[in-house]
């Protein structure tokens, strides 16, 4: 029910509210990923599903007033965080994890893909990026080691069939649907067991 009432309040915030929230950030810390939701829903959000439900289909790592994200056309790069609200006048849910990690490491791996294009095939090599791929990459142990291991994609809706809408995207670029293929989303990502869920709205 709290939920439910946080994804009310936010469908009526306008962007003046929205900014007049920033004040608030406090509450955020470094290596926080901010989890954006697509309330209407789209291809993403068709064939993969977030915590609790919910229409996930983007995400970012919080430092120091800024949020390194990796989106279309921008490739890589450092958002600051009244921009990033200001682009997702939405519900953002915080997602804090719960197990060690180096904060340091994880940062400097995720400033180092800065400037790497967007990779709007989903294929995890690192040449160019999406943004669950970058948290994926980024976060680490203080050993090195990744901390989200990487999953079999998915690109089955709940009837288990593959939309069109991707298999005509892939199509274009003379390729099969990726299905199966080791890789990420920021949905999968929000329901990992080391994955705390703060329901706020700033």
Not at 97 to 102: A, E, H, I
Not at 153 to 181: A, C, H, L
Request: aromatic letters at 8%.
């Amino acid at each position: 029910m709290i939920l439910l009432a946080c994804l009310m309040l936010c469908s009526c915030l306008s962007s003046a509210q929205v900014l007049k929230m920033l004040t608030s950030y406090r509450q955020l810390h470094s290596c926080d990923l901010l989890f954006c939701l697509s309330p209407e829903g789209n291809a993403i959000t068709d064939v993969t599903q977030g915590a609790n439900g919910l229409q996930i289909d983007h995400v970012g790592i919080y430092h120091k007033g800024k949020v390194i994200e990796a989106i279309p056309k921008q490739g890589v790069c450092l958002t600051p965080i009244d921009s990033f609200m200001a682009r997702n006048q939405h519900l953002i849910i915080i997602g804090r994890v719960s197990v060690p990690f180096s904060k340091r490491k994880t940062i400097q791996r995720a400033k180092q893909c800065l400037g790497l294009p967007y990779d709007s095939l989903y294929i995890p090599d690192l040449k160019a990026v999406y943004c669950s791929e970058l948290v994926q990459h980024a976060f680490c142990n203080r050993q090195g080691e990744r901390l989200f291991k990487p999953i079999g994609m998915t690109f089955r809706d709940s009837t288990g069939e593959i939309p069109s809408y991707w298999k005509n995207f892939y199509r274009q670029f003379g390729m099969q649907v990726p299905e199966g293929v080791e890789g990420s989303n920021p949905g999968e990502l929000s329901r990992r067991p080391c994955m705390k869920l703060l329901y706020k709205t700033f």
